[in-house]
C-alpha cells in the first residue's frame, strides 16, 4: 500500500492496488519489471548499432530533403536490422526463460498466477523432488525454443538480407 507507484497513484486519487497480490495485477506486474531490467541491455545494444550507422547517409537524405521520419525509415531501420531482428529473437527466447522474477517476487503466487515454465521446472525438481518430469519439462522447452527460433528465423530470412 506504501509502495512509490502507489504513492504515485494516490495523488491522481487511484490505488492502492495490490501488484502482487491480485492474480489479475501480478502478471503485469512482473512483465513490467522484467522489462525494466531488461531494457538497459537492449538500449545499449541499439546504441551501438546506431553508431555503425553511416552519418553520410544521413547528410545526403537530408540534401535530398528527407524528414527526420523519412531518414529514419529509409536509413536508420534499413541499417540496424540485422540488430533489430538478432536483439528480437533474444528477447522472445528471454521472455520464455523468466525465472527470476516470479521466484523471488511472488515465488508462483497468488494462486499460481505467476508460474512460468522454468519456475515449474524447478518447482518439480527441486521442491518435489521428481527430476525427471523437471527433465522432461526441459527437453520440451529446449525443442520449443529450437522450433520457434528456427520459424523466426525462417520468416525473417528475407528481411536481414535486404
Same mark, same amino acid.
Given at each position: 500500500?506504501?509502495?512509490?507507484? &502507489?504513492?504515485?497513484?494516490?495523488?491522481?486519487?487511484?490505488?492502492? !492496488?495490490?501488484?502482487?497480490?491480485?492474480?489479475?495485477?501480478?502478471?503485469?506486474?512482473?512483465?513490467?519489471?522484467?522489462?525494466? $531490467?531488461?531494457?538497459?541491455?537492449?538500449? !545499449?545494444?541499439?546504441?551501438?548499432?546506431?553508431?555503425?550507422?553511416?552519418?553520410?547517409?544521413?547528410?545526403?537524405?537530408? !540534401?535530398?530533403?528527407?524528414?527526420?521520419?523519412?531518414?529514419?525509415?529509409?536509413?536508420?531501420?534499413?541499417?540496424?536490422?540485422?540488430?533489430?531482428?538478432?536483439?528480437?529473437?533474444?528477447?522472445?527466447?528471454?521472455?520464455?526463460?523468466?525465472?527470476?522474477?516470479?521466484?523471488? #517476487?511472488?515465488?508462483?503466487?497468488?494462486? &499460481?498466477?505467476?508460474?512460468?515454465?522454468?519456475? #515449474?521446472?524447478?518447482?518439480?525438481?527441486?521442491?518435489?523432488? &521428481?527430476?525427471?518430469?523437471?527433465?522432461?519439462?526441459?527437453?520440451?522447452?529446449?525443442?520449443?525454443?529450437?522450433?520457434? $527460433?528456427?520459424?523466426?528465423?525462417?520468416?525473417?530470412? $528475407?528481411? $536481414?538480407?535486404?
Amino acid at each position: 500500500e506504501s509502495g512509490v507507484i &502507489n504513492s504515485l497513484l494516490a495523488v491522481v486519487g487511484v490505488g492502492p !492496488l495490490p501488484w502482487l497480490q491480485s492474480p489479475e495485477l501480478a502478471m503485469p506486474s512482473l512483465v513490467i519489471v522484467a522489462t525494466w $531490467s531488461g531494457a538497459g541491455t537492449a538500449v !545499449l545494444i541499439y546504441l551501438a548499432a546506431l553508431t555503425g550507422v553511416s552519418t553520410e547517409l544521413y547528410e545526403a537524405a537530408e !540534401l535530398d530533403g528527407a524528414s527526420i521520419w523519412q531518414r529514419i525509415v529509409h536509413i536508420t531501420l534499413p541499417q540496424m536490422r540485422g540488430v533489430i531482428l538478432v536483439l528480437l529473437l533474444l528477447q522472445i527466447i528471454g521472455a520464455i526463460q523468466v525465472f527470476t522474477e516470479p521466484y523471488v #517476487m511472488t515465488d508462483g503466487g497468488p494462486a &499460481n498466477a505467476t508460474v512460468t515454465v522454468l519456475l #515449474m521446472i524447478y518447482r518439480y525438481a527441486f521442491l518435489f523432488g &521428481n527430476y525427471g518430469v523437471a527433465t522432461a519439462l526441459s527437453l520440451l522447452l529446449a525443442a520449443v525454443l529450437v522450433i520457434v $527460433s528456427a520459424i523466426y528465423l525462417r520468416l525473417t530470412r $528475407s528481411w $536481414s538480407t535486404r
